[in-house]
């Protein structure tokens, strides 16, 4: 069994800031990639910024140069700073896990988060 516990969100004003906390723990071997997803209302889930075992980072363009993440190797957790943010930031942020559970098997699995409420007023 895998556990990630998020948190950070809340209500912020635009140009605002906050920070985004996601650990994980439990039945896990090694983790390939940690990352956070969002998804506002009525649009799909999508990528935000995800982060590599060999700390290569990817960000959607929407947020590049406003947010970062970065990861705790050993606590096992991410954190998303987000900077400047906008109102269409508002959306439930997912956090994202891709992992192995055992050194013997190279298949690797993916596990989401419940997801925390950012909502950024105008």
């Known amino acids: 069994q895998v556990q990630l516990v998020e948190s950070g969100g809340g209500l912020v004003q635009a140009g605002g800031s906050l920070r985004l906390s996601c650990a994980a723990s439990?039945?896990?071997?090694?983790?390939?990639?940690m990352g956070w997803y969002r998804q506002g209302p009525g649009k799909q889930r999508e990528l935000v910024a995800d982060?590599?075992?060999?700390?290569?980072?990817n960000y959607a363009d929407s947020v590049k140069g406003r947010f970062t993440i970065s990861r705790d190797n050993a606590k096992n957790t991410v954190y998303l700073q987000m900077n400047s943010l906008k109102p269409e930031d508002t959306a439930v942020y997912y956090c994202?896990?891709?992992?192995?559970?055992?050194?013997?098997?190279?298949?690797?699995?993916?596990?989401w988060g419940q997801g925390t409420q950012v909502t950024v007023s105008s």
């Open positions: 994202k896990l891709v992992y192995r559970d055992s050194r013997y098997s190279s298949v690797e699995y993916d596990y």
């Open positions: 439990g039945s896990i071997f090694s983790i390939n990639r």
């Open positions: 982060i590599k075992s060999d700390n290569r980072t």
